[in-house]
């Protein structure tokens, strides 16, 4: 199976590209906008025009997986044109690559298409976005959806994990406590959400492309968990840690997105038809971490 994976030079597209290309029945092509990797080509999914654009009419992908976003959520806020545009048309650009190669198309989506009142959300619950990056990541989805084309729409929250830039909240507390610099961070207790490592997205990529599935899936994993909790489970596994974290509530943050409180995303139906896939945690992650 030929995939090509639009931003993986990033967190979950690069755990997918490094996941798939083990396995001899794919062959995976990734592309990076701003950080070129050994694995990856420069491709930017705003403007098919791009003449510095890799070409991949040989390439034919049989399906595209689409991790390109604007993902700063109150940057998206305060510069609704360009969080446009690198979220809608990108995905509208990439379904007609897609329309044109008969690919099938996978996007990567968020709970923040969900309001927060009333979540771990299900596939079923009712999708109402309180904020900029919310409503462009639905306006995304439906355009997949509308388009006709075979397709996945996979739900994730919260990612953490192994990435060369190493800059997820994880990491970058990781990154923090190896260099031994004191960290001092301010979180809010009240936005919760199911983390999940983006290996786990990877590997459940795989099981869907292989079941040949098609429509929405929300990937969690157990863990549901505020910002607080998550980072003061990372910063205990390392005694020698030198942590002050102090809770906060998101109103006194005063953020300039609004966020879903109650999010998080619930993983019965994917586990449903795979029963024997098993998603990790933050412990499961931090177990594979001696040193941070
Ligand atoms: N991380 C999370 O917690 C989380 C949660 C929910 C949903 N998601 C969704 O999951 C997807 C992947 O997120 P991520 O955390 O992996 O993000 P990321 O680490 O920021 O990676 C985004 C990737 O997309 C590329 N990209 C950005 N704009 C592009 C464009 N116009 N054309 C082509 N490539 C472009 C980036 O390239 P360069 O870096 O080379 O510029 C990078 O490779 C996004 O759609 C995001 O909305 C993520």
Not at 133 to 148: M, N, P, Q, T, W
Not at 202 to 223: E, F, M, R
């Amino acid at each position: 199976m030929n995939v090509l994976i639009v931003g993986a030079s990033g967190l979950v597209g690069g755990n997918c590209q490094a996941y798939l290309t083990q396995f001899a029945e794919y062959t995976v092509h990734g592309t990076h906008l701003s950080y070129g990797t050994p694995a990856s080509v420069y491709f930017n999914s705003c403007d098919l025009a791009d003449p510095k654009n890799a070409e991949f009419t040989g390439f034919a992908p049989d399906v595209i997986v689409h991790c390109g976003a604007l993902t700063f959520v109150d940057y998206c806020e305060s510069n609704q044109e360009e969080s446009y545009l690198k979220t809608v048309t990108s995905t509208a650009n990439l379904l007609a690559l897609s329309s044109q190669h008969k690919s099938k198309f996978v996007y990567l989506s968020t709970d923040y298409v969900f309001d927060g009142q009333q979540g771990p959300y299900t596939e079923e619950q009712l999708v109402n976005p309180i904020c900029v990056y919310g409503a462009h990541k639905l306006a995304a989805e439906r355009l997949v959806i509308d388009s006709g084309l075979p397709h996945l729409i996979l739900r994730i929250t919260n990612v953490y994990g192994n990435e060369l830039r190493g800059k997820n909240f994880v990491a970058r507390i990781l990154n923090q406590i190896a260099a031994q610099e004191p960290i001092s961070l301010v979180l809010p207790i009240d936005q919760y959400a199911t983390p999940i490592n983006a290996l786990d997205v990877a590997k459940a990529l795989k099981s869907l492309l292989d079941g040949d599935k098609q429509g929405i899936y929300h990937l969690g994993s157990t863990d549901y968990m505020n910002r607080y909790q998550l980072a003061d489970r990372v910063v205990r596994k390392f005694a020698y840690a030198a942590a002050t974290l102090t809770q906060t509530t998101t109103a006194a943050l005063a953020q300039p997105a609004p966020r879903p409180l109650n999010g998080g995303l619930m993983s019965h139906k994917f586990l449903s038809e795979f029963p024997d896939f098993r998603f990790s945690n933050i412990d499961d992650y931090l177990t594979t971490k001696t040193h941070a």
